[in-house]
């Protein structure tokens, strides 16, 4: 039987290496500056809490908690939005990262689903996960990440972690 629940699946092909994407997906040095300006926090232990701080005044833009760690080959967790209210009111969705390593290359496939029919949440990151995700290409392939999804503000002397 389908679903009426809507999804999200994206993939992407990224010159690194399945640890460095691994370390671009879990570390605040890394998330602040492709992601919106926030920083990701975790112990990224199987039941343990995921959060994304804003980087600017520390307050709590998503949450989460940790479902599968397979470092450097499976990450996901829960996640619900904080930063909007209709978002905050919503039921957690889930975010699953998958990681391949290939000849020269990781595919990054990610899955975003199990989200509340008629979600707002689906709504704002069917819109905004390939900005994200192609600026987390960038950031590791040439060490700047691209100047959107809130990316603006990273300060200069930051950019070039890769």
Known sequence: MMSDKP??????????????LWEALTSAAFTRLYFHNTEINSDWKVGSPVVFNRANDGGIAVEGEIL?????????YTWRALYDEDMAAESHSRLTFEIEEMPGVCRLRIVHDD???????YEQVSQGWSAIICSLKSLLETGEPLLLAGNEEAPEQEKGVA
Do not use: H, N, Q
């Not at 599968?68 to 996901?76: E, M």
């Not at 989200?115 to 949440?121: E, L």
């Open 7 to 20: 999804e999200y699946i994206y993939e992407i092909f990224i010159r690194t290496t399945p640890e460095k």
């Open 68 to 76: 599968a760690a397979d470092k450097p080959r499976l990450l996901s």
């Open 115 to 121: 989200f509340d029919a008629d979600s707002k949440t």
